[in-house]
Structure formats: structure tokens, C-alpha cells
DNA sequence: TTCATATCGAGAAACATTTCTCGTTATTAT
DNA sequence: ATAATAACGAGAAATGTTTCTCGATATGAA
């Protein structure tokens, strides 16, 4: 249908993965900000207490359509919206999520996505004695009847918090259902239609990252020979 | 001597935060190849299966060291071998959690840490009904005692699970102790000295790279103000 | 043995992201 | 009112990452 729309004043950019991941950083510190009672901030400012160069918080900024004053900065208040405008988060996405063990129930119990837009409607589990019990006001439920209540209820959003052994199974009957995106947080590549979106989260992938630079600032314990 | 570095025969690179976050990723691939039975592997077909390029494949592999054979590709164990000690997971690091919520629990029952060279050796938290209490066979002990134990026990490495109040107040805490790396899973902006390395793990960013990539996608439901 | 082919390794090219530079503008002090 | 300045916005330059190209080499088939 129509993709090219002009939405008024707001100009709507393409935001890079680097700028996407920044974004709620930029929101959290904004909140922190506004909540003792600021009204404006510069990109120096951000940058200082970020440890970003000004410059890039600029550039991640402008991608939200925000519009700065020069020698003031940006309006906290109007800046807040911006990036939960660009992120979506504004308006809520219902979510299915696969998994009641402690990293599912940590997600289920994390109060924060409503805020980000994200509402995790049902709670799914393949462990009989689970089913039925109720783990954060989620009532758990078989995972067999995912599929169907999904596409009833035309669920689009997918979490998998399963073992990675279980995960390809869970992410086929999501596909089944009509979900679009998936949030894989087992550690497996999953093989899916190229239509369904899937964003990886690896614990191990930050570990990693951590662990080389460690290793090579302070020589962690590096063994010789 | 032409050449500056003589490191011995295996050749450690310095790799890419991109490539590091994709170690882990070979890594598990390679784990479920090998216990399917198989022996070597190409790029090309590990690019097949993880939807990546196989040069960039081939590059990430190569910061490790490992030396592949045409028309062959590599021998797999030799290959996770070089990804786990390019990473140091071959020998353990112990470290500190403190907050013992949901997320918390979740990484403190999580036995794949061990495998990656983690050990999580004490736990902590503020809450008085919970110190003395023990999660996942560990005891949870008073916060105020972590920079002194740390200092004790020689740990280099903490991690934060809790709420984005007090994460300020543990980092300090962790410094004073000593640590010289932080795992941060609260969604705050760390203000430290700059010797200490903090890799920061923000749920948030993960939701916002999928909430804009699903938005561009399928439109998810953009509202039109 | 010799040929065809799949794959590696390394350097080049293309592309993406970050950092720099400079002209413009709103505020504050004189 | 005017000058000095802090900060924005946009384009250029520098840097980093991914993708392409090509020569070399091990394996299996003729």
C-alpha cells in the first residue's frame, strides 16, 4: 500500500542497528533527567554523562525527528516522545511468550516492557505440572494450543525463553500462528520462512565481549605456552 | 626481526565487537554439529545455516586462530577449541551478582555460565528477608559486605541485576572492592572510573532494534496521531 | 596420474558508522 | 542593541565492517 507518506513537520529516518540500540539508553537517561526536574539538555551534556561523543547522540537523535535549539539543546518533554514515536513504543504490541523457567519468569515479572510497548498477553509451557499454575498473573498454558489462540487472537510478536533444544519446535508453531517477529532468547539459531523476523538475544554473545576485553586490558589469567 | 610480534604459532587477533558477539553464536552451532556426529565444516555451509556470509564467517573465525583446509573447511573440535580459548572460556573467572529478583535468579540458576568460564561465586542483596536465604545453592549475603569479600577473594568481575535506583550505589561498591569488570543489566548509565570496563546489557535495546524493524516491516500499527 | 571443483586465505572494493569541520542561530552579557 | 558564545545541522573526512575477487590447494573422479 502507500509506504512514501508525508507526516507533516516530522521527518521519519532510517535509524542504523548501532543508533537503534543506543535509543532506549538515550529514553532511560532522558527519564532520570526529567524526574529532577530538567527541562532542556544539550548533546555535550548527554554525551558527557554517556560517554558518547556529542555528536553522535546528534546524529541518533535526528533520526527521531527532533528538532534542537542552538546554544539551548532539546526539550527533555518533546524528546521523550520522539523516541518512543520512532521506537513504537507509545502504542502497545500484545506478545505470546514460551517458557516458564527463570529467564521467562523474570520476563514475565519485568514490569518495564509496558512502557516499552510490549504486553505479554499469555504464557506458554510444554511441563505438565506448570500448566495451569499461574506464574505473575500469567496463567500458564499448553503450548499445543499456541498456534490456534494465536491466530485468533492475531498475535504478532513472539518470545522464546525455552531451552535451546526446544526452541526450533516453539519458533514453527509461532510461525504457524501468524506471528511475524520473533525474540529468541535461546541460544539456537532457528530456521524459519525468511518473511519471520527474528532478533537473537545471546546471553553469551555480551559475555563474550566482556571476557575478550578483560582479557586483553588486564590479562584476565591468560595461560603461557 | 622485521616483525615486532612473535607470539608463538597461533595467532591472536584482535577481533571486531561484531565478530565477538558472533563467536558464541559458532560456537553453540558447532556444539549441536558435533553431537550430531560431524567432523569438519565449511563456511560456506555454517553461512547457510546461520544466514551469514561465508567470508564473513571466515573472518570472524580466523581472529582465533584456527587454520582451515580447501575443499574441506575445518575440523570442528579444533575450531571450538580455538573459539573457547580466544574467548578465555577455557579458564574460569569467578564473580560477584548482586540482586537476587527474577533476573537475578534466572542468571544464577543458569548452568551454561560454567561452560562459558563463568562461576558465580557469592550472591548479594539489600533486602533483609532474603540475605541468609539461598537461591540456586547459593547463600545470598548482606551488600555490605561485598567490597570487602571482593577485596578478600581477589574477584575481577561483577554483575549487577538490580533495579536501575541502585545500581550507582552497587557499582561504587564493586569498585571499592576492586572489580575491575562489570556486567550491567540494569538499565543505568554507570558514572565510574574509567579503568573499569562495564559491557552493558540493556533488554530495552534488543526490543527497540525488533519493535523498528518489525514497525518498518509490517507496519505494525502506526498511529496516524 | 591428471582434471574438475569446493574451499581456504588474503587483499581490494564497497558499504556503514563515527568523528570532524564549518556555517548558522538563539541566548546572555555588555 | 550588539558582541560573544554555546550548541545545532549538514556535509566531509576518517575509520570500521562487510562483501567481493582471485590465486592456491586438498580431495574425489575419470
Redesign the pocket.
Known amino acids: 500500500m502507500t509506504k512514501e507518506q508525508t507526516e507533516g513537520n516530522k521527518q521519519e529516518r532510517v535509524a ?4 537503534l540500540r543506543r535509543l532506549p539508553t538515550y529514553h532511560h537517561y532522558l527519564k532520570t533527567l526529567a524526574e529532577r526536574g530538567r527541562d532542556v539538555v ?4 548527554i554525551g558527557n554523562d554517556l560517554r ?5 547522540v ?2 541518533d ?2 533520526v527521531t525527528g ?9 526539550r527533555i518533554d518533546q524528546l521523550l516522545t520522539c523516541i518512543e514515536e520512532f521506537l513504537g513504543w507509545n502504542n502497545t504490541t500484545e506478545a505470546f511468550l514460551v517458557g516458564t523457567g527463570h529467564l521467562g519468569q523474570a520476563l514475565l515479572g519485568y514490569e518495564g516492557f509496558k512502557r516499552y510497548g510490549l504486553e505479554i498477553v499469555a504464557a506458554f509451557d510444554s511441563d505438565e505440572t506448570k500448566i495451569g499454575t499461574t506464574v505473575a498473573a500469567h496463567k500458564i498454558l499448553p503450548v499445543e494450543k499456541l498456534a490456534n489462540l494465536a491466530r485468533r487472537m492475531k498475535i504478532r510478536l513472539g518470545i522464546i525463553a525455552v531451552p535451546a533444544a526446544a526452541a526450533q519446535q516453539v519458533a514453527e508453531a509461532m510461525a504457524e500462528g501468524g506471528i511475524t517477529g520473533i525474540w529468541n532468547f535461546a541460544p539456537a539459531a532457528l530456521s524459519l520462512p525468511p518473511e519471520i523476523l527474528v532478533q537473537n538475544e545471546n546471553l553469551a554473545s555480551g559475555l563474550a565481549v566482556l571476557s575478550a576485553k578483560i582479557g586483553r586490558l588486564a590479562g584476565l589469567d591468560i595461560p603461557r605456552e
Chains 1, 2 share one sequence.
Open positions: 542504523s542497528e548501532p543508533t544539550s548533546c555535550t551534556h558518547l561523543d556529542p555528536t553522535q546528534r546524529k537523535l535526528a527532533i528538532r534542537g535549539l542552538p546554544k539551548v539543546g532539546y
